[in-house]
Nanobody, 128 residues
Framework: PMHLEESGGGAVQAGGSLRLSCTGS????????MGWFRQAPGRPREGLAC????????YYADSVEGRFTISRDNAKNTLYLQMNSLKPEDTAMYYC?????????????????????WGQGTQVTVSS
């Protein structure tokens, strides 16, 4: 099975930036669409951004469009999330996830059931 591990979280002031990374191992990384999700205490898991297996197409939630950028380097088996103009409401645990290309569709891009592999998460805290 694929193992995913996130890094790059931390504490930052509002308006600041962070870059999250997610490294995959165990399976062919470029066979998978990848996504970033987050979950704040007491709230459901929220899909933020997805990227297709070769990185040709990206999708964003309205809440992060224009502030966050998803990218991937398949040669390094690594997924990234560049987060700019951070707000206190961005505070959450951030997760990366992988979906087999055959089981993922842009129509249900953030459907968590389609993502078979998840990392343990990295905490992002934005102070005002």
């Amino acid at each position: 099975p694929m193992h995913l591990e996130e890094s790059g979280g931390g504490a930052v002031q509002a308006g600041g930036s962070l870059r999250l990374s997610c490294t995959g191992s165990g399976l062919h990384f470029d066979d998978y669409a990848m996504g970033w999700f987050r979950q704040a205490p007491g709230r459901p898991r929220e899909g933020l951004a997805c990227i297709t297996w070769r990185g040709g197409t990206t999708y964003y939630a309205d809440s992060v469009e224009g502030r966050f950028t998803i990218s991937r380097d398949n040669a390094k088996n690594t997924l990234y999330l560049q987060m700019n103009s951070l707000k206190p409401e961005d505070t959450a645990m951030y997760y990366c996830a992988a979906a087999r290309a055959s089981g993922w569709s842009p129509l249900g891009r953030f459907r968590t059931a389609d993502f078979g592999y998840w990392g343990q998460g990295t905490q992002v805290t934005v102070s005002s």
